[in-house]
């Protein structure tokens, strides 16, 4: 195995022992648990490939697409509002973060360069991630 092999070997261990990764599988499989996210979640994907079957016509309802749209938004708000789909929305959010820093460490050490305007200044100090 090379040496950049068994680096990015270690990395996927590091990034899965993190507390960020650990967080994320534990609220997702809470959240895929509770009968209510799944009842709302089935519907919401029932209403997504029925919108997308009419998309697919040649001359798709305006009325139909427009209804489904909706009810769609209806699902993903009530959906939003579960405290099971919250915690697992937040702990997503701390994982993407998490792979952000990562690949910004990533890039600066191939580039040499500090990506701008991704919320990284290129002062460590006002980082809470790489170190």
């Given at each position: ?40 979640m ?31 938004d ?7 509002a ?50």
């Amino acid at each position: 195995m090379s040496k950049v092999t068994e680096c990015a070997r270690a990395l996927g261990e590091a990034i899965v022992a993190s507390d960020e990764y650990k967080n994320m599988q534990i609220t997702e499989k809470a959240a895929m648990s509770d009968p209510a996210v799944a009842e709302a979640m089935g519907r919401f994907l029932e209403l997504k490939e029925a919108l997308g079957n009419v998309m697919r016509q040649e001359e798709p309802d305006p009325d139909l697409i427009a209804s489904y749209g909706q009810e769609m938004d209806e699902v993903q708000q009530k959906l939003n509002a579960m405290p099971a789909v919250d915690a697992m929305t937040s702990s997503r959010q701390q994982f993407s973060e998490l792979m952000n820093q990562v690949n910004h460490v990533l890039q600066f050490m191939l580039t040499g360069e500090v990506e701008q305007g991704g919320g990284c200044t290129g002062n460590c100090g006002s980082c809470g991630g790489c170190h």
